[in-house]
């Protein structure tokens, strides 16, 4: 079953913005990780950030995790044309279970 | 790092016919594989979770006598769409995980059925 929401469900912005997504989830997790998936191609793995984690940065990405709220947010930063993908938050909820579930994700348009 | 091949990348097949789709970890021992299903502009959802060596288990309202996958090698999960039909068009992509390490993603594979 899906895990959360995402929002916004689709965000266009200029090259140079920054563009922000947020995800929140249901159920305690170990960790929380965000993919990016091209129209029709397979995901890439961003970042991943555990549950005793508060922030974390990645070149131009930014991941804060707020545990207390059960809500995640990716900042992409002087975005690009080529960052026009869907964007989808995942977590691995605990105890034990190995599946990702995957929250509904985010289309963002970079336009150039 | 580890890497998941999945093939085909594309299929189109005849409504009423079977599609295999294979999921292959090339340089590790895969534990555990996932199979997702993502209709167009939705997210991944879990079909089921298949372990080396024994019977997949199926997310709830997924029908398993239609969807079958085998785990035969630590290396190999395969899954088998069968008397597909239109509306089981979608994308399917598998993860493996060897032991407690991270999920790594196949590919996909874009089903249509005509």
């Known amino acids: 079953s899906q895990q959360g929401e995402e929002d916004p469900q689709a965000l266009s912005i200029q090259e140079g913005e920054n563009a922000t997504m947020n995800c929140s989830y249901k159920t305690s997790i170990n960790n929380l990780q965000w993919y990016r998936q091209n129209s029709g191609r397979g995901l890439v793995h961003l970042i991943l950030i555990r549950s005793n984690e508060r922030e974390k940065h990645s070149g131009r990405l930014r991941v804060t995790l707020d545990t207390s709220k059960k809500s995640s947010s990716l900042l992409i930063t002087a975005s690009r044309a080529a960052d026009t993908a869907s964007y989808f938050c995942?977590?691995?909820?605990?105890?034990?279970?190995?599946?990702?579930?995957f929250g509904s994700g985010t289309r963002l348009q970079v336009q150039p | 790092g580890a890497v998941v091949s999945q093939h085909p990348s594309w299929v189109i097949c005849k409504s009423g016919t079977s599609v295999k789709i294979e999921c292959r970890s090339l340089d590790f021992q895969a534990t555990t594989m996932f199979w997702y299903r993502q209709f167009p502009k939705q997210s991944l959802m879990l079909m089921a979770t298949?372990?080396?060596?024994?019977?997949?288990?199926?997310e709830q309202g997924v029908e398993k006598d239609k969807f079958l996958i085998n785990h035969a090698s630590l290396t190999l999960s395969t899954l088998t769409v069968t008397s597909a039909h239109p509306e089981d068009s979608s994308f399917y992509i598998c993860?493996?995980?060897?032991?407690?390490?991270?999920?790594?993603f196949g590919s996909g594979t874009r089903l249509t059925v005509v």
């Open positions: 298949s372990n080396e060596g024994s019977k997949a288990t199926y």
């Open positions: 995942a977590t691995t909820p605990r105890p034990g279970r190995r599946a990702l579930t």
């Open positions: 993860s493996a995980r060897e032991g407690d390490l991270d999920n790594t």
